[in-house]
């Protein structure tokens, strides 16, 4: 690609992975506000662990309930129009969670209402992450060309990253020189408050980019759809591939399973290893895992912005390499590292060793991730599904990764009251049996056309 197209669809694609930020800034903002919701409504309150895990992981009953609604909107709605109804949910959960009381509540006074209102706008917001995480990889992957879409889409992941690297650095810079008693009271809403600001501005720049081509073919909108693919491709491969969505969208079934239950299982299983290797503790714990290892409070949160920038780091190396290594390889090399990083947190857990050795292999854990299963996994789902099932298969997918997020973090807590050592361990053994699953079922999608892949599972059907 040259010229306009490239700065066209690059241009598209920034737009689209602001929901990505939002989905990382809103998933990693409870970080620096754990603590806080937890003296104020939970120990306030005389609840234990299981509810506190609970409401630390509200959120994701949220995601789980977007991920379902998502095949819905995206084909009802649209992609575009699935995004924007994303933005607003938002913009609302974040007002909403900083200031809970607002309307029936007395603030400073902790009740079950209360509590019960802070969950109900943090799982609002978690509707909004939750059809964010499905649409953005599918529309970046509905607009990208083959040679460049996964990079394209592992874009998405590094503004997930980004979007929790900002949000640790807006944590820090409210909770720098404030009491704890401050923090306990006004900090932790302002945390969730700044999250409004990014969401305003991703349903402003929402206006300015065009629906997906393959849903404005789906829908007989074939004129606007050869408008768009002549913007990204030039004319000559625009109208090719118009050609091959029309006969894709014609020769396929509307049944779920027209191209066999394959797909749709490695479609959930990739989900959920992703989730089972444990990634989500290391991100909303992680102020809480440095404390424990002996850091102030200042430090824990300075610890947590070096954490996000070896994230970063690690995305951006995954951006460089998935579209020339292909995406196994790199999904068994990650397998391989987080496991290596899970097993020695959990030895050192069993000795009672906690210092700079832990933090190390916490890097190595999350370094793996980041360059492998965080961003790799969103590709694989954006490209495996054929055109006619894809809206209602990520659906799917991404609703099993929200699930399989709400159970690990929300069984975190306990889990750790029970044992260190094994709940690192236990994450370990999953980074294992996430090599194995890529190895023996995964199949390789590098270079190959969204269109290209109803073969691949009509042969294996």
């Keep these: 690609m040259k010229g306009h197209s490239s700065f066209y669809v690059v241009g598209i694609t920034m737009v689209a992975t602001l929901g990505g930020l939002l989905f990382g800034y809103d998933t990693a903002v409870i970080s ?3 603590k806080s ?3 104020y409504l939970i120990t306030g ?20 309930i977007g991920g379902m609604l998502s095949g819905i909107a995206a084909s009802k ?22 200031w809970p009381e607002t309307f029936f509540f007395t603030r400073g006074e902790p009740t079950m209402g209360l509590l019960l209102m802070f969950n109900f706008y943090r799982i609002v917001g978690g509707i909004g992450v939750g059809i964010a995480s499905a649409v953005c990889p599918m529309y970046i992957g509905e607009i990208a060309p083959a040679n460049i879409r996964g990079r394209l889409v592992s874009f998405n992941q590094f503004a997930i990253i980004f979007g929790m690297l900002v949000v640790y650095f807006v944590n820090y810079g409210i909770a720098h020189g404030q009491t704890i008693e401050w923090i306990n009271t006004i ?12 969401s305003a501005i991703f349903a402003i720049l929402l206006f300015f980019v065009p629906e997906t081509p393959r849903f404005l073919a789906l829908n007989n909108q074939d004129e606007e759809a050869l408008r768009i693919l002549t913007k990204i491709n ?23 399973f027209a191209f066999g239950k394959l797909v749709i299982v490695i479609g959930i299983l990739l989900s959920v ?26 430090a824990s949160m300075l610890q947590t912005v070096v954490m996000g920038l070896v994230n970063v780091i690690f995305t951006v190396l995954a951006i460089m390499t998935v579209d020339k290594y292909g995406r196994k390889p790199l999904l068994m090399i990650g397998s391989i590292g987080m496991a290596i990083g899970m097993f020695a947190i959990g030895g050192l857990a069993f000795m009672h060793v906690i210092g700079i050795s832990t933090l190390i292999f916490i890097v190595i854990y999350t370094a793996s991730f980041m360059m492998s299963w965080g961003p790799i996994c969103w590709v694989l789902i954006s490209e495996i599904f054929p055109n006619k099932i894809r809206g209602r298969a990520i659906a799917i997918a ?24 094994v709940t690192y361990c236990f994450y370990g053994v999953m980074s294992v049996l996430s090599f194995i699953f890529v190895w023996k079922m995964v199949p390789e999608t590098k270079g190959k056309t969204l269109e290209a892949m109803e073969g691949l599972w009509l042969k294996k059907k």
């Design 187 to 198: 900090g932790w809403r302002w945390m969730f408050t700044s999250a409004a600001i990014p």
């Design 398 to 421: 991404v609703a099993a990764q929200w699930a399989a997020n709400y159970f690990i973090s929300s069984t975190y807590p306990a889990m750790m009251e029970f044992s260190g050592g």
């Design 234 to 256: 030039g004319l000559d491969k625009a109208k090719e591939i118009l050609k091959e969505i029309r006969v894709s969208v014609e020769a396929s079934s509307e049944k779920l």
């Design 77 to 98: 709605l649209g992609r575009k129009n699935s995004l924007m109804l994303a933005a607003f949910l938002f913009f609302f959960s974040s007002l909403g969670a900083g």
């Design 37 to 39: 919701i937890q003296a």
């Design 45 to 64: 309150l005389g609840l234990g662990s299981l509810a506190h895990g609970a409401t630390i992981s509200s959120a994701l009953i949220g995601c789980i």
């Design 32 to 34: 620096g506000a754990e």
């Design 273 to 298: 290893f992703q989730q089972f290797v444990g990634i989500n503790v290391a991100l909303y714990y992680a102020p809480r895992i440095f404390e424990s290892m002996g850091a102030a409070k200042d």
